[in-house]
């Protein structure tokens, strides 16, 4: 087993039917906490309006997978 980190990134938009999410998987912790820092830092230089009508969160997750073959570093 490896251990593989998932973003996942969390949207909240008033008069949506629910929550909209979007998921990448990395290989390592570091990886996956640089990718969230971008993401944070992207969304906090958005307009005041915008960040007043929409939220997000986002977590790196960790857990054990099976080899990945399709995704292998070369």
Known sequence: MNTVFL????????????VTYKGILYFTELECLNAKQEY?????????????????????????????TTLQKT
């Open 7 to 18: 973003l996942l990134m969390l949207l909240s938009i008033p008069n949506q039917p629910s």
């Open 40 to 68: 944070k830092k992207a969304y906090e230089n958005k307009s005041l309006e915008y960040k007043q009508r929409v939220k997000t969160e986002a977590f790196c997750i960790p857990f054990d997978a099976f080899p990945l």
